[in-house]
């Protein structure tokens, strides 16, 4: 088991590495000039290169990556060329927000859509799997934005509970962004619970169709007592990754519906950073991004290894 953690740790920071080098190689190969970019069109040769020398951009490549990696590894992730801020002082607080939405749609969406995909694959071919799947099928197929709206429209403007945009800044406390975190957590959990059901309800229907569960029912068991103890274990394997690659979704910033609420979160600010042509602030969204997807799936990885004891002994096989 200590073995299988330790290869799956060193491939995700392998992938994390190797992350970085795309990221970094695919900024720099963007079309124009930085420094001619913020400076205008009116700037004169010697203002442009002045500015190059400030922001290293006189530098090899290779020595631009090294510093950029070295300083992300101690935190230091850059100064922004809009703000003139810290990067990652202004990343950490719009992650915080993006975080604050990713919870509360985990905590509801994850659980509905687990339960909500069970019932479907243990009721296949009746009213409650019909009535799951058609619903699934709707969420999968209406875009973010347009859930986004029909929110705004039915708990914000024909009954107005809820607030439709956020007017506070990526400063404000958690106490005054809790109101405003529930139209966007809604529209993201849609699209999410769809997912997560359609996975949900495959797998449940292939491992109640195994061997081990007509074993366990000809023995006696309770209908529930298998799906419990038995079926669903084995049926959350498959519904891990599917789980991982959601929240990474939601973690690293949904920009449309961010947008749509005008939410200050990793959304938003990747929209301004792309306007501004501020590199080190992309830098260090997709970073931090990839980290994110990284760890999920190894979260995943490691979930599958507990909850499924064949995995543990093929690993203790392997290493013998």
């Not at 020595?63 to 992730?77: F, I, K, M, P, S």
């Not at 479907?120 to 099928?137: E, F, K, N, V």
């Not at 999920?296 to 599958?304: E, F, S």
Request: aromatic share 6%; glycine share 8%.
């Amino acid at each position: 088991m200590l073995s299988f953690v330790a290869r799956r740790l060193f491939s995700a920071l392998l992938t994390i590495a190797l992350s970085s080098v795309l990221i970094f190689l695919a900024l720099q190969a963007l079309p124009g000039d930085v420094a001619s970019q913020i400076l205008g069109r009116d700037a004169t040769p010697e203002a442009v290169a002045t500015l190059r020398e400030q922001l290293d951009l006189d530098q090899p490549a290779w020595q631009r990556y090294l510093e950029w990696v070295g300083g992300a590894v101690t935190g230091d992730l850059g100064t922004s060329l809009a703000s003139g801020e810290p990067v990652a002082a202004e990343v950490g607080l719009h992650l915080r927000n993006t975080l604050l939405i990713a919870v509360v749609t985990i905590l509801v969406a994850v659980t509905l859509s687990v339960v909500l995909g069970v019932l479907a694959g243990l009721y296949r071919d009746r009213w409650p799997d019909t009535l799951i799947s058609g619903l699934s099928l709707v969420g999968m197929s209406v875009p973010e934005f347009v859930v986004a709206t029909l929110l705004v429209l039915a708990l914000s403007i024909t009954v107005p509970v809820l607030p439709a945009v956020v007017l506070d800044g990526p400063s404000a406390s958690i106490g005054e962004l809790l109101p405003a975190v529930w139209l966007p957590a809604a529209a993201l959990g849609v699209a999410m619970t769809a997912y997560i059901v359609r996975m949900a309800r495959t797998s449940v229907i292939d491992v109640m169709a195994g061997e081990f569960v007509t074993t366990a029912t000809l023995k006696g068991l309770g209908r529930w007592r298998v799906v419990t103890r038995h079926a669903l274990p084995s049926a959350l394997l498959p519904t891990l990754n599917v789980i991982a690659m959601n929240i990474a979704w939601l973690v690293g910033g949904v920009v449309v519906v961010e947008n749509v609420f005008n939410y200050p979160g990793v959304g938003s600010l990747m929209l301004q950073a792309v306007h501004n042509r501020d590199l080190p602030m992309l830098q260090a969204i997709a970073l931090i991004s990839a980290t994110v997807y990284v760890l999920c799936n190894l979260a995943a990885d490691l979930g599958a290894m507990a909850l499924n004891p064949k995995l543990r002994s093929r690993e203790q096989v392997g290493l013998r």
